[in-house]
């Protein structure tokens, strides 16, 4: 069985927490810019956050300030995103994905996902 790249998505009701978890390539560990993006029904893909490989600085939309964290463990390939006091708005396929860092770090289109997602559910 293949294993999944991302993976620790759920049904929570509002106010939980998540932790998801990305499996990192070391091919995609060339790239200078790794993060997170989701998608929810009916909507295009949206930035959640990234971290530059380079010096660690994290970036993070709006909706993702004060109550995401991301993290890069490059001992056990992994990129983690932890998530606190979950929204109904969070619900979204979230995506780990890679950027040349070339574009802004903001925008989603600058950034290829790399597996097939894990979905997040947030009950109201």
């Known amino acids: 069985q293949v294993p999944l790249v991302e993976s620790g998505g759920g049904l929570v009701q509002a106010g939980g927490s998540l932790r998801l978890s990305c499996a990192v390539s070391g091919r995609t560990f060339s790239d200078p810019v790794m993060g997170w993006l989701r998608q929810a029904p009916g909507k295009g893909r949206e930035f959640v956050a990234a971290?530059?490989?380079?010096?660690?600085?994290?970036y993070y939309g709006d909706p993702a300030k004060g109550r995401f964290t991301i993290a890069i463990d490059t001992a056990k390939n992994t990129m983690y995103l932890q998530m606190n006091r979950l929204k109904f708005e969070d619900t979204a396929v979230y995506y780990c994905?890679?950027?040349?860092?070339?574009?802004?770090?903001?925008?989603?289109?600058?950034?290829?996902?790399w597996g097939q997602g894990t979905q997040v559910t947030v009950s109201s």
């Open positions: 994905a890679g950027s040349t860092g070339l574009g802004s770090i903001s925008d989603a289109n600058n950034y290829r996902v």
């Open positions: 971290q530059r490989y380079t010096d660690g600085s994290p």
